[in-house]
């Protein structure tokens, strides 16, 4: 048997291995396919009467969040092997498409108990009246694993859609609370209405000091470390500590080291001691989550040029949370200048998480004319997910901007829509 996850796999390898034409080995290597390789998982995702769909479809789930591909995700609900339908409802876990809201609640449904347990999981992130409803009356499932299941999925939910109603602009909330009065029977919120206070980012996250240099060489010298004692001994640390001396000791260590968890964590102590250089190395590690760190800890350096230029380039190949990343730390390197190449990913990138992000970055950058200029994207219907619409609502929200509204965005049933809406005519009413 061949399985496992190796994420330094690359896309040669797993064509090579697709090749070969035995089916173990093809099931292995369709796994770990990634966006690179859309042209062999969408044509088996798409194929009723291959072996290897769900296995497909269960790729699907990561960096392939663009509207071409939601279609195929849609049809998989309606297949008769429940196989394929749990695999849909997983993959839609990760980027929520709209459209796949229907195939959701049938599957939560199911005949087979795996398919509705899936369902009901993803169900979790799509905060909509329907859902809300739907969920709350499978709590009374003849099934006591669904009605278990059921449960959890419902209280998530509720409290999404109480936290909205509980603080906030007293006449934000009071629209929101007027939008929820169909679900009123399953939601409750107090009769005062707090104001909103964010805390300080000092009381929001602090750091522990960085472990000593003995101890942190002890960690890499030890083939036997196990990743649970590395999560919480390492993360989350104060690097700035470290002398200089002691500084250049390990980042030849972190950066060197056989072991990918190592080299990941170990950027946020090159960000701490502003190794532009390495970090820049490490974007081309073999290892995905190794990249993420780096291209993420990127961002967290002072302006530089050319790191927005190692982004940008990255970008094009990026997807998912990566290209995420990458659009973030672009902006951060670039700082105004980036306004029109964000704006043009915001209305063109096929990818919903890099429009989504562009949105964000903008908002961040202050281009109050780039944004206002985005006004129409409103009018769209969802690509994939709300997630250009939820950016942009914030946006104006954000930075006290006056828009027209749509009025098709009132009818729509999603809670961070409506929340966003009602800030906004709150706002210019």
Known sequence: MVTGFDDTTT???????????????????????????????????????????????????????????????????????????????????????????????????????????????????????????????????????????????????????????????????????????????????????????????SARYSRREAVTEAELLALLDNPEVDRHELDPGLRGLDWSGYAPDARARATARLVGHPNPLFREIGCAALADWQCTGELIRLVADPSFTVRKSAMYSLSLLAPDPAVADVAWRYLAMATGTMAQEAVRTYTTHAGPAAVDQLVELARHDRRESVRSEAIDCLGKLHAVEAISGLADLLTEPPGVSWSVHNGLLWDFERLGLTVPIPPGLAAVDNLHVQSGLCGLVARQS
Do not use: C
């Not at 609900?77 to 993959?91: E, G, I, L, M």
């Not at 107090?190 to 300080?200: R, V």
């Open 11 to 201: 896309s040669e390898l797993h064509r090579t291995w697709w090749a070969t034409g035995d089916p173990v080995i093809m099931r292995h290597a369709l796994g770990l396919m990634t966006r690179a390789e859309a042209d062999i998982v969408i044509a088996v995702a798409s194929d009723d009467r291959h072996p290897l769909q769900a296995r497909a479809i269960e790729s699907m789930g990561f960096g392939f969040d663009e509207a071409e591909f939601v279609p195929v995700l849609v049809h998989a609900f309606t297949h008769p092997d429940p196989a394929v339908r749990k695999a849909a409802a997983a993959a839609a876990f990760w980027f929520e498409p709209v459209a796949a809201e229907d195939g959701l609640l049938a599957a939560a449904h199911d005949d087979a108990f795996e398919v509705a347990l899936e369902a009901l999981d993803t169900l979790r992130y799509y905060p909509t009246q329907r859902v809300l409803r739907a969920v709350a009356d499978l709590r009374a499932h003849p099934d006591e694993r669904i009605r278990a299941a059921a449960t959890t999925t419902f209280d998530e939910l509720r409290e999404t859609f109480e936290e909205e109603v509980v603080e906030g602009n007293p006449k934000t909330v009071a629209l929101l609370r007027e939008w929820m009065l169909p679900v009123r029977d399953l939601v409750g919120w107090p009769d005062e209405i707090s104001p909103y206070e964010q805390l300080p980012l």
